[in-house]
């Protein structure tokens, strides 16, 4: 890229470029088209996506795949406040993301000129820092922090704004510094007092159970997780945001805890005597009513960002740091420690878990007739795929029966909405995932509310050659949505409801460029699955036509007590 009329567009790409940027998710407009001219001429892909939430979410599915940071770009006024949803979706689950967003000129910023929108104001509290770029000579600098600051410490959405004058302004590139950020020092290793403090309460505890969160995933401490697990012998429940974090098959495994969690998992963490958060941020879909939560147990509370120790349940052990950084500490003392003796038994604490395992195990009905069941689909799915595959899920009751029923051995294979719980994040999720890992299998299963959202970003899909998967579970309405207001409002059914017939999810994707079928009995999920794994060359659609009436449990009611979880129908009054 010649220096001959270098501008602020060039530098912002040759930027990107220098921070390993492989592709970008995009929409173009006035204000941020300067960039897209030298992007002709830049090795980075560009990902049309047919809606800027829809790049923001694709960015983000790109980048909890990889682990690496994500980048979406869309211009002033709309194409920026289209981002907030994903970059508030981003900050929530500490998904490390850099947008890119045009602005009007700078003369022209407080004006109310066409498209422009108070983008830094906006973003402010969605984002770890927003910039405004006033001097394209900043541009370099700019860049790089922005990408050390969503990557590291607690990772997270970071936002850059650049005025059109300024994308335009001739300027020059140098190798950008980190020299602006003198008071950013993320702690990652770990106090060794607090951490001597932990493992002694970790060995001496009859009942301790590990409750892990997606910090786990995204310090990439999974083995170290698992080695800390084993060499202490403590049994491991997994967040919504952490499955994968630590193999369902292993014997510690106990799943996913809270509002929708295993029944074992769940009741585990309320008779525990001492529990281990690591990456976990206490989130009231896990601990329910939080004054009865985990009511017998001394706390350890391990977590990247000192802001989440404290803030929900004060811990009896903190412990600030990175949580590959302190499991390798734990690690090192447990096996001095287990040279000289053996890890404790527990066999009565293991002896209770048996038993919630055996009584309350999760469980449904698939009748042969039908109608088809969610849990059924997903756990054929899995058996066809041998679980190899990424996942993502939409939000409300298909996403609860996927993490409940898919069966994850390796972590950065489930890509969900937890935080911000965003309805339309499946399918463009999926889009960014597969761009990513062009050769495995991605999968997005959604819900026909949730679809509806960003079904246009099966175009997306197709146009760019992207040959995803896509499962919609159409019972007619929000799910979870229905379920609730069965439950807790009489059956009155007020704006949940859809009609079944429309669309026609099979024809609206071949309309889209993609492949559609349909499923109405359980005889046809194997024949389905089957023939849209056989399929590479474009996006598959499978319409699931499912019970409508089908509720998800085990299921906590909202500010209930984690002691109080029902189980299935049985349990209602």
């Not at 960039?35 to 980048?63: C, F, K, N, T």
Request: aromatic share 6%; net charge negative; glycine share 10%.
């Amino acid at each position: 890229m010649s220096n001959q009329n270098f501008t602020g567009s060039k530098s912002l790409l040759r930027s990107l470029e220098h921070e390993g940027v492989e592709v970008i998710f995009g929409v173009p407009g006035g204000a941020i088209l300067p960039a897209y001219d030298p992007l002709l001429d830049s090795p980075i892909r560009h990902v049309l996506a047919r809606h800027e939430q829809g790049a923001g979410h694709m960015a983000e599915g790109y980048a909890m795949a990889t682990g690496r940071v994500g980048v979406t770009w869309a211009t002033s006024g709309p194409g920026a406040t289209n981002l907030i949803t994903p970059l508030q979706n981003a900050m929530m689950d500490s998904t490390p993301l850099v947008a890119i967003t045009g602005q009007v000129a700078s003369t022209a910023i407080g004006s109310d000129a066409f498209q422009e929108a108070y983008t830094t104001g906006l973003a402010m509290h969605c984002t770890k820092h927003a910039y405004l770029v006033k001097d394209a000579d900043d541009i370099p600098d700019i860049v790089h922090e922005a990408f050390h600051l969503a990557a590291t410490g607690r990772p997270g959405p970071v936002l850059i704004d650049i005025p059109k004058d300024v994308l335009n302004q001739e300027t020059s590139w140098r190798k950008p510094t980190l020299a602006g950020l003198p008071g950013y020092r993320p702690t990652y290793e770990g106090h060794p007092k607090q951490i001597k403090a932990a493992f002694e309460m970790i060995e001496a505890a009859e009942r301790p159970v590990l409750y892990v969160g997606g910090g786990v995933i995204a310090a990439g401490a999974s083995e170290e997780l698992l080695k800390f697990a084993e060499q202490m012998n403590i049994p491991v429940t997994t967040t919504l945001m952490a499955r994968g974090a630590f193999p369902d098959n292993h014997p510690l495994a106990l799943g996913m805890p809270g509002m929708h969690g295993v029944y074992a998992a769940t009741t585990a963490i309320q008779r525990c005597d001492t529990l281990i958060a690591v990456g976990a941020r206490f989130d009231d879909r896990v601990t329910g009513k939080v004054s009865a939560f985990a009511p017998e147990a001394k706390i350890v509370h391990v977590d990247v960002d000192p802001a989440e120790i404290g803030k929900i349940h004060k811990p009896d052990v903190p412990v600030v740091g990175d949580a590959k950084a302190v499991l390798e500490s734990l690690n090192e003392r447990a096996r001095k420690l287990r040279s000289e003796k053996a890890a404790p038994e527990r066999r009565y604490w293991f002896g209770l878990i048996g038993g919630w395992k055996k009584n309350k195990p999760l469980h449904y009905d698939q009748l042969e007739e039908g109608p088809v069941k969610v849990q059924h689909f997903i756990e054929r799915l899995h058996a066809l795929t041998k679980g190899n595959a990424i996942v993502t899920a939409g939000v409300g009751q298909h996403q609860m029966w996927a993490s409940q029923f898919w069966g994850f051995s390796r972590p950065r294979s489930w890509i969900n909405s937890g935080g911000l719980g965003t309805m339309g994040f499946a399918l463009p999720a999926a889009v960014g995932a597969k761009a990513a890992h062009p050769d495995e299998t991605v999968i997005a299963l959604d819900g026909d509310g949730c679809f509806q959202m960003t079904c246009q970003e099966m175009i997306t899909a197709a146009v760019e050659d992207i040959p995803v998967k896509i499962v919609v579970f159409n019972n007619g309405g929000f799910g979870m949505v229905k379920q609730w207001q069965n439950l807790f409002y009489g059956g009155r059914l007020s704006a949940s409801e859809m009609p079944i017939e429309v669309p026609d999810y099979p024809a609206l994707a071949e309309a889209m460029g993609c492949v559609g079928l349909r499923v109405t009995h359980p005889s046809d999920v194997d024949v389905a699955i089957e023939k849209a794994l056989s399929i590479d060359d474009r996006p598959v659609l499978i319409e699931v036509v499912v019970d409508p009436e089908e509720m998800c449990f085990p299921m906590v009611p909202a500010g209930g007590s984690n002691d109080d979880v029902i189980t299935g129908p049985e349990d209602l009054p």
